[in-house]
């Protein structure tokens, strides 16, 4: 069964380090997403991306995130300078085509990263 | 602001005991509701989802799920549970039509399950 991949399973980073989480999603899906969980809290969302360009993101994903599709199955999320504050699990998720009501398919969470800011 | 509430942070129940999880959300338009499950040690994966028609949903491993839109809800019931049914569980939203697919969680449920 297809299963959307994330690398590394966990890193460890000093503050103000850049890092890039990597995602594999499912490989005909169109939709795709970051989210995050910080110890104790919500999964929050992060950002969504379709077609080659962020559809919407949240007011978390500031000008030190960025994302990138760079191939055409790798979809990454770079943190330019890390903050304490960054430690978290980080999801990818993909989905496939909206159905035929026009709603959002099921998303596919991979197993997540874990980021730890010293 | 869009929320999701879930009402129990730990439940803690025998094996065979039934199982209701309560869901509420903020948000009056029309909503696709889901119901994920994770396991331990591994990834979410989606148990049940409703998107229009019957409100009863059945969804994977004896879950189901109802919505109940005048209550802005969408418990998570299982008649009988096992101890496999041992994980976190979250419910999510995406509110709306014409958005982008943004899933918003509630807190999440701790279900432990005596043997």
């Known amino acids: 069964e297809p299963e959307v991949t994330q690398t590394p399973s966990h890193q460890v980073t000093q503050m103000g380090q850049e890092v890039i989480l990597r995602c594999v999603p499912i490989?005909?899906?169109?939709?795709f997403y970051w989210y995050r969980q910080i110890l104790g809290q919500k999964v929050e969302f992060l950002v969504s991306?379709?077609?080659?360009?962020?559809?919407?993101k949240s007011e978390i994903f500031d000008d030190q995130f960025s994302v990138e599709r760079p191939d055409g199955s790798n979809f990454t999320l770079k943190i330019r300078s890390t903050k304490l504050e960054d430690s978290a699990m980080y999801f990818c998720?993909?989905?496939?085509?909206?159905?035929?009501?026009?709603?959002?398919?099921?998303?596919?969470f991979g197993p997540g990263t874990r980021l730890t800011v010293l | 602001a869009q929320s999701v509430s879930q009402h129990n942070h730990h439940v803690i129940l025998s094996e065979a005991a039934s199982l209701e999880l309560g869901c509420n959300y903020s948000?009056?338009?029309?909503?696709?509701l889901f119901w994920y499950v994770q396991y331990p040690g591994q990834h979410l994966q989606l148990l049940l989802k409703?998107?229009?028609?019957?409100?009863l949903v059945k969804g994977i491993k004896g879950f189901e799920a109802e919505f109940i839109k005048s209550k802005f809800s969408f418990n998570l019931r299982k008649p009988s549970v096992q101890w496999s049914d041992t994980a976190e569980y979250f419910c999510?939203?995406?509110?709306?039509?014409?958005?982008?697919?943004?899933?918003?969680f509630g807190q999440g449920t701790t279900l432990q399950v005596k043997p």
């Open positions: 998720a993909s989905s496939d085509t909206l159905t035929a009501g026009g709603f959002y398919n099921e998303q596919f």
């Open positions: 490989s005909n899906h169109l939709y």
């Open positions: 991306f379709y077609n080659n360009e962020i559809s919407e």
């Open positions: 948000y009056g338009g029309t909503v696709n």
């Open positions: 409703y998107f229009s028609g019957d409100p």
């Open positions: 999510a939203v995406i509110p709306g039509s014409g958005n982008t697919g943004k899933l918003i």
